[in-house]
């Protein structure tokens, strides 16, 4: 099972001059796309949770998709304060956390 969490800041968006809707609909849109593949909730404190739906074997490509758009995406870089791709292979609860946005960091 591959899910994603993002955790965007209201604040910054501002600061950058961007509509926080309107970004905030950009990244849902990437995972729109997906027809079906990837169930999207929100969380208590507004964190975006994207997670694979079982009924689709495929649905890993569009995590690869949203991770390149996102990645070279200096907007999202900015404002993001949270940024976790979680990988569970076996669906048996060992899930493997990356912090995309620290491994991105020490990338540079």
Not at 46 to 65: A, D, H, Q, R, T
Request: proline fraction near 2%; charged fraction near 30%.
């Amino acid at each position: 099972m591959q899910k994603m969490l993002i955790k965007l800041n209201d604040e910054k968006i501002i600061k950058a001059g961007l509509d926080p809707i309107g970004f905030k609909a950009y990244v849902d849109g990437v995972f729109e796309k997906t027809g079906g593949h990837i169930i999207k909730e929100v969380l208590t404190d507004g964190s975006l949770y994207f997670v694979g739906n079982p009924l689709y074997e495929n649905y890993l490509c569009y995590f690869g998709i949203a991770y390149s758009k996102f990645k070279y995406n200096k907007d999202f870089l900015k404002v993001a304060d949270k940024w976790l791709w979680i990988s569970d292979e076996n669906n048996n609860g060992d899930e493997n956390v990356m912090n995309v946005l620290e491994r991105i960091k020490i990338g540079k």
